[in-house]
């Protein structure tokens, strides 16, 4: 009878286990230093080898020549585990004897002595499964069971086992296979089966299994039965209903193009070949995934189940976005796929996600449409304009700039006292000029009118390599901002270490300008700021009514 390849290629030592080397090296070391605990847990996705190492862990307690790490594989014991025939190796399957009368069944079968072998070990699969009532009736045989008996438990969901169970074993959490590694252990089976496989077929079939070895190998098998002694990549990518890169680089073809018809066409084309479109939307949102790991880490890393050539491509694909980009499309197509899994018309849901995508593409950053916005005088911007419509010439400015209207309110305004006092932080006069000046200069020709305000209202000193700034405390989270560290170092072509202090308490001693009163200030604050003219463009685009204008400075 025909045995399965998952079956057939099962490891039988420690050594054969893919992966799982913290797991194997100290039971390995239990095993030598006689420190066997009375309880496992072995923990992990499906098909890591939870199993498997139980059952290597019994042969090496029971072998003949044991306990040791490297089981002899002939002697009784060895052979009956391996064929699962051993009476004092007992495997139970908690998903159908999950009660209380089935663990007091196995309650009184721990009190006997084992029929031949050193141990007696039970290893409960799906342990998760167990009732409450039947974890608690058997508490006390895992807290304190016979010197021959050893547990093992497994489980694919290990929060669900009770603290006060695991409390009482030792936990051994298995991770999922390393890509590389699975590839090579399937290249291995394949050489011994003297099956053809090309690089490509593997990596398909590994990304199938999803790091599960156990899953790999059924697609391993399935494929062989499929395409005969030698694995075609395609053939095997039809076999499993996997997507190539070709037919998911349509969809990004169309976002970069900003053409909805063509993500149309894609999904008239799945429903034609008779693709399942549910499978489809989670492929595209693992492409996407992989897309914004390679234009975050490169071609070379590890994050992405592929082979090189793959990689390399889905970084090439990668550099024609940007990492907002790909993130938003990648936000979208997982907010797709849960749409799918309720969905009657799961065409027309794809359909319109992905138009949703085209769209999205052409958002603008708040901040580059603002700024587009002062820079044209228009409510939309060029790069979002529909194709075919004329292009709209912005209106000529009028009156002098934000800066010529800086400078000239600066210069109409009295030099302000010079205190001199041990803790006084005047600016301090260069050949260059004012260093306030210099720097409030800079902030409004860049753009940065906020940090341009909060240096008017400081004194700023230079101090070798330190810079002194006194601030109002309102101005303090401005200041500490990462671009005003960059205007200093564009200011003073050099890195300064900034050092801030509460104006109020530093300049207590300077004398004070007379505050108008507060009505006629709140008319002064409103009269300016309607008066600006990048709130009368902000108004004339986007309409509303401003109800209240409030000095950020009180």
Same mark, same amino acid.
């Given at each position: 009878?025909?045995q399965?390849? @998952? ?12 992966n799982?080397?913290h797991?194997?090296?100290?039971l ?8 066997v ?7 992990g ?5 939870k199993t498997?190492?139980a059952?290597?862990?019994a042969r090496?307690l029971?072998c ?6 490297r089981?002899?594989g ?10 699962g025939g ?6 139970i399957?908690?998903?159908?004897n999950?009660?209380?009368? &089935? ?9 006997y002595r ?13 342990? *998760? ?7 608690? $009736?058997?508490?006390?045989t895992?807290?304190e069971?016979p010197e ?5 438990l497994?489980?694919?969901?290990a ?10 074993c030792?936990?051994?959490?298995f ?7 699975l590839i090579?252990r ?5 050489a ?6 090309e ?10 299994g999803?790091?599960?070895?156990r899953?790999?190998?059924s697609a391993l ?11 075609d990549a ?11 890169l070709d ?7 169309a ?10 066409d ?10 399942n479109?549910?499978h489809?939307?989670r ?11 390679a ?11 592929a ?8 970084a090439?694909?990668?550099s024609?976005?940007? &990492? &907002?980009d790909?993130?938003?499309y990648?936000?979208?197509?997982? &907010?797709l ?6 969905s009657?018309q799961?065409r ?8 949703r995508?085209? *769209?999205?593409?052409r ?6 449409a603002l700024?587009e916005?002062?820079e044209?005088?228009t409510?939309?911007?060029?790069s $979002?304009a529909?194709?075919g ?7 000529p400015?009028t ?7 800086d ?5 109409s ?9 041990a803790n ?8 260059s ?7 409030h200069?800079?902030l409004i ?13 400081s ?9 002194e700034?006194a601030?109002?405390?309102s101005y *303090?989270?401005?200041?500490?901002d990462r671009?005003f560290?960059?205007a ?24 004070r @300008?007379?505050e ?8 002064e604050?409103s009269r300016r700021?309607?008066a600006?003219?990048?709130?009368q463009?902000f ?16």
């Amino acid at each position: 009878m025909y045995q399965v390849i @998952a079956r057939k290629y099962r490891p039988q030592t420690f050594q054969d286990v893919v992966n799982q080397e913290h797991v194997k090296t100290t039971l390995e070391n239990a095993i030598a230093q006689q420190r066997v605990g009375h309880g496992y847990i072995f923990s992990g996705q499906r098909g890591t080898g939870k199993t498997t190492v139980a059952r290597i862990l019994a042969r090496c307690l029971n072998c003949l020549e044991g306990p040791t790490t490297r089981p002899c594989g002939v002697c009784a014991s060895c052979r009956e585990i391996t064929a699962g025939g051993t009476v004092d190796v007992i495997e139970i399957d908690a998903a159908s004897n999950r009660g209380i009368n &089935e663990m007091r069944e196995l309650r009184e079968n721990v009190r006997y002595r084992p029929a031949r072998d050193r141990y007696k070990v039970f290893i409960i699969d799906e342990a *998760h499964q167990i009732t409450s009532e039947a974890f608690n $009736a058997l508490l006390k045989t895992i807290e304190e069971p016979p010197e021959w008996v050893v547990f093992v438990l497994c489980t694919t969901e290990a929060h669900k086992i009770p603290a006060t169970i695991a409390s009482r074993c030792q936990h051994f959490s298995f991770r999922s296979v390393d890509f590389d590694d699975l590839i090579a252990r399937m290249a291995w089976i394949c050489a011994q089966e003297n099956i053809e496989a090309e690089t490509e077929a593997l990596a398909v079939l590994a990304q199938a299994g999803e790091g599960s070895v156990r899953d790999s190998l059924s697609a391993l098998d399935q494929a062989i039965a499929c395409c005969g002694s030698k694995l075609d990549a395609a053939q095997v990518r039809a076999l499993l209903g996997a997507f190539s890169l070709d037919s998911l680089e349509q969809v990004t073809t169309a976002l970069g193009g900003s053409d909805p018809r063509r993500v149309l066409d894609t999904v008239g084309e799945l429903e034609r070949n008779g693709h399942n479109l549910q499978h489809f939307s989670r492929e595209l949102a693992r492409y996407f995934r992989n897309l914004l790991v390679a234009r975050i880490a490169g071609p070379d890393t590890r994050l992405i189940a592929a082979s090189a050539a793959e990689r390399a491509r889905l970084a090439e694909i990668a550099s024609r976005f940007s &990492e &907002e980009d790909l993130t938003r499309y990648l936000h979208l197509a997982l &907010e797709l796929f849960h749409d799918l899994q309720f969905s009657l018309q799961p065409r027309f849901h794809l359909e319109m996600g992905l138009v949703r995508m085209v *769209h999205a593409g052409r958002l603008l950053p708040i901040e580059q449409a603002l700024a587009e916005l002062g820079e044209t005088g228009t409510g939309a911007a060029p790069s $979002a304009a529909p194709s075919g419509a004329p292009a709209r010439i912005p209106p000529p400015r009028t009156g002098p700039t934000p800066l010529e209207a800086d400078r000239a309110r600066k210069a109409s305004r009295p030099p302000e006292p010079q205190n001199s006092g041990a803790n006084a932080l005047a600016p301090a006069p260069l050949a260059s000029g004012d260093l306030r000046e210099r720097l409030h200069t800079w902030l409004i020709e860049h753009g940065l009118t906020h940090l341009a305000d909060a240096v008017e209202n400081s004194r700023v000193n230079v101090n070798g390599g330190d810079i002194e700034i006194a601030a109002p405390k309102s101005y *303090h989270l401005y200041l500490k901002d990462r671009s005003f560290g960059e205007a200093l170092r564009g200011v003073f072509s050099r890195p300064l270490n900034l050092k801030l202090t509460v104006a109020d308490q530093a300049n207590a001693d300077l004398p004070r @300008a007379a505050e108008p009163p507060a009505a006629e200030s709140a008319d002064e604050t409103s009269r300016r700021a309607l008066a600006n003219r990048e709130v009368q463009r902000f108004r004339e685009v986007f309409g509303g009514e401003i109800r209240r204008v409030r000095n950020l400075k009180e």
